[in-house]
T-cell receptor, first 113, second 112 residues
Framework: GESVGLHLPTLSVQEGDNSIINCAYSNSASDYFIWYKQESGKGPQFIIDIRSNMDKRQGQRVTVLLNKTVKHLSLQIAATQPGDSAVYFC????????????FGKGTLLTVNP | DAGVIQSPRHEVTEMGQEVTLRCKPI?????LFWYRQTMMRGLELLIY????????DSGMPEDRFSAKMPNASFSTLKIQPSEPRDSAVYFCASTMDRGAQHFGDGTRLSIL
């Protein structure tokens, strides 16, 4: 049936644990992927990106993994902190002269102290 | 460094009124995007500009919506006349070529 609204996947973790947020994409032509964090009342904030010629990229406490075979992207957050609580979006770009990003529905991460 | 700046942060107005949202992109960025975010539909791209030229406006809901970018440091999104269903958070983002888009903190629009 028709959804009343977006039902965000949720992930609840304890402070200090590692978090893994997953994202599936559908366009096999996508060659650039970005993870964003959105806190309440703010705009999406860039976390980390990865191009399709890579499988893994690390930042500060975050790692993005890309599996092009199954069109899957994940964001790993190490030692999750209460300040990490937010909605996380993956976004993809299909390359060429197209500058548009296609955003996923988002995952709500809640970190319990 | 200054990020993307949007104004106003909040706007409450009566239906039928004209609404103008403003955006200053990050200096040096050559692409600018307008998005709308609602609980029902998530984050939707309305229109984007490259080098001040509108490239794709397929997401603009209807003729009541218009966007302009008169120069590289300023863009407006106008709704005339506004309707209650236009209530949403409107975001502006900018980027250099096909890099990561950087978002402003949005304008929360309520049409009564």
């Amino acid at each position: 049936g028709e959804s009343v609204g977006l039902h965000l996947p949720t992930l609840s973790v304890q402070e200090g644990d590692n978090s893994i947020i997953n994202c599936a994409y559908s366009n096999s032509a996508s060659d650039y992927f970005i993870w964003y964090k959105q806190e309440s009342g703010k705009g999406p904030q860039f976390i980390i990106d990865i191009r399709s010629n890579m499988d893994k990229r690390q930042g500060q406490r975050v790692t993005v993994l890309l599996n092009k075979t199954v069109k899957h992207l994940s964001l790993q957050i190490a030692a999750t902190q209460p300040g990490d609580s937010a909605v996380y979006f993956c976004a993809e770009n299909s390359g060429g002269s197209n500058y548009k990003l296609t955003f996923g529905k988002g995952t709500l991460l809640t970190v319990n102290p | 460094d200054a990020g993307v700046i949007q104004s106003p942060r909040h706007e409450v107005t009566e239906m039928g009124q004209e609404v103008t949202l403003r955006c200053k992109p990050i200096s040096g960025h050559n692409s600018l995007f307008w998005y709308r975010q609602t609980m029902m539909r998530g984050l939707e791209l309305l229109i984007y500009f490259n080098n001040n030229v509108p490239i794709d406006d397929s997401g603009m809901p209807e003729d009541r919506f218009s966007a302009k970018m008169p120069n590289a440091s300023f863009s407006t999104l106008k709704i005339q006349p506004s309707e209650p269903r236009d209530s949403a958070v409107y975001f502006c983002a900018s980027t250099m070529d096909r890099g990561a888009q950087h978002f402003g903190d949005g304008t929360r629009l309520s049409i009564l």
